[in-house]
């Protein structure tokens, strides 16, 4: 048993590791140009560098203040619209043709309408990031809900549940599975929008340091900006598996 | 004596189709009643009207003399399939829809049915008759007056079903509840029933007292006398 948990630990980590170092041994041997790709020993570098004066911190802090703020936005509103369409009928049949239109646009395409709204605002980064993270969260509340046992609900109102108490013990938890996909979906969303965001219209927060980097050429700031993409990409995804795990004890035998 | 429920001239359908027509039928406390009928009778029809989860096209439903209208409060249903919710323990499936301190009273009746110490694992890994025990608990730990049981044991094997069988008759003595049943099985019906109702096309063909003490066993010949006319009855 301890043996396992150490191996699920090493094992997902070997790939990354080796090409780490035969990245760094091909630098080191001047294969890969530093002009390409910086090594990784100049990327940690800068890093620590950057750290030292402050700036990585401060533009992490920036880019993530906007990713949370846009998620909880976007997040709310989908998860209220597809609980409400998802339960009530007539909610369904007004609202729910006219979002699945607005869905098919790609929200990026609207960056050149938001610039023109918004500047090189906040509002205008948070709004992009709302909105791409609107609809996954939405179309797996609405289907969550949807997919509930009828069953279910009609035990739950033979037991004497009130509409507030179904919804409660029945709706949401039987829907919550899905909701939770749609939020692992969503937080890859919210990292790409606020990714192409920053590039296009910022003057702080991750993508902008990058876009900034490669006006001097600096290289290892341009990697080290993706590795800190990758790396917070994967914090929020070990958060979303984290929140999987506890709230679905119960599907494990 | 009062009968507890009063079931008068009720009727059902379903688009065209005519489910239910003009059932009048009276329960007393603590009575145990079998429907028996073919698929399609409308038997389980009539147990949903019973429970408020469908209402009739006419008629009417009373308990202790007052009309029935929408759910059935006083009434606790036991479906065909367990309807748990899967992620609530089995305690906290027990305990649906009740505020306070339910917790012990749970408890104890998990006990009851023999499933002590399974209170805090999840429904998924129970068995099918142990599933049933838990509902019947969880029908149970309402106290409800009157208690429907709408072909429980259904999915069950043979010898469940007789484990299960004898369970409810216990119980249901003991605790006086007034029991209707839903079944398609002659055996069971004459197992557990005081009286038993025979459904055809939507209307009561005939009522029968079963004077048998119990326990019952099956192997007695005026059981299975029962069986057999009760069997003739449903087939002709």
Sequence with gaps: MKRKKWDNLIIPFIVPLVVLILWQYFSSIGVISDRILPSPTDVINKGIKLTQTGELPANILISLRRAVIGFILGGSIGFILGMVNGMFQLFDRVFDTSIQMLRTIPHLSLIPLVILWFGIDEAAKIFLVTIGVLFPIYINTYHGVKQVDPELIEMGKAYGLNRWKLFTEIVFPGALSSILVGVRYALGIMWTSLIVAETISADSGIGYMATNAREFMQMDTIVLCIVIYALLGKFSDVIARMLENRWQKWSIR | ?236
Excluded at chain 2, 119 to 139: C, H
Aim: charged share 25%; with cysteine.
């Design chain 2, 1 to 236: 004596m009062q009968p507890l429920i009063k079931v008068t001239d009720l009727s059902m359908e379903y688009g065209d189709k005519k489910v239910l027509e003009n059932v009048s039928l009276e329960v007393y406390p603590a009575e145990f009643i079998a429907i028996i009928g073919k698929s399609g009778c409308g038997k389980s029809t009539f147990l949903r009207l019973l429970s408020g989860l469908e209402t009739a096209v006419a008629g009417e439903i009373s308990q202790n003399g007052q009309t029935v209208q929408g759910i059935n409060s006083q009434a606790r249903i036991m479906f065909q399939n367990d309807r748990f919710l899967p992620w609530k323990k089995n305690i906290g499936n027990v305990g649906i829809g009740l505020k306070g301190e339910w917790r012990k009273q749970a408890r104890q009746l998990l006990k009851q049915v023999g499933l002590e110490g399974y209170e805090e694992q999840y429904p998924i890994t129970l068995s099918g008759g142990q599933k049933q025990r838990v509902a019947l608990a969880r029908a149970l730990i309402h106290q409800p007056e009157f208690l429907l049981l709408d072909e429980p044991l259904g999915a069950l094997d043979a010898l469940t079903r007789m484990e299960m069988q004898q369970l409810i008759a216990t119980i249901c003595r003991e605790k006086q509840v007034t029991c209707m049943l839903v079944t398609h099985d002659v055996e069971e019906a004459v197992m557990l029933a005081d009286r038993v109702i025979v459904l055809e096309d939507g209307q009561v063909k005939s009522e029968w007292q079963i004077d048998l003490p119990h326990e019952r066993k099956r192997a007695d010949s005026k059981f299975r006398n029962y069986v057999e006319q009760l069997l003739k009855e449903i087939l002709v």
